[in-house]
């Protein structure tokens, strides 16, 4: 009887352990889903005022590169490096609120 009672429980046990786990990895996915879609929200933001500069096109990922080699130079966990790769992107994003003719002039902005 008490075997009975033990393997019930068992897989009663296993059965809200399966449950948890598919929960916990659904949850882990949706996660993973968040960060790519913000990662690539911040890209396409980075690429709009890299347009706008007349970067080259590749500027926004070298320098996310180069700040992810640096940041895993400095030894920094998987996950700080990659927040700082994808942070680096938004560097210049401020330029979309600065006027052309200032962004292409050559030279300096101010003489005295
Ligand atoms: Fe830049």
């Known amino acids: 009887m008490l075997a009975i009672v033990a393997t019930i429980l068992y897989a009663a046990f296993a059965k809200l352990s399966l449950k948890a786990y598919k929960e916990q990895s ?61 942070a680096s992107m938004m560097h210049d994003v401020g330029k979309l609120l600065i006027p052309r003719e200032i962004i292409e002039k050559p030279g300096v902005l101010l003489t005295r």
């Open 26 to 86: 659904q949850k882990l996915k949706y996660l993973e889903e968040l960060k790519e879609s913000q990662r690539n929200i911040i890209q396409k933001f980075s690429e709009i005022s890299e347009a706008k500069s007349g970067e080259t096109g590749q500027h926004i990922k070298r320098v996310s590169e180069y700040s992810a080699i640096l940041a895993a130079k400095c030894g920094l966990s998987e996950n700080e490096v990659e927040m700082i790769s994808t």
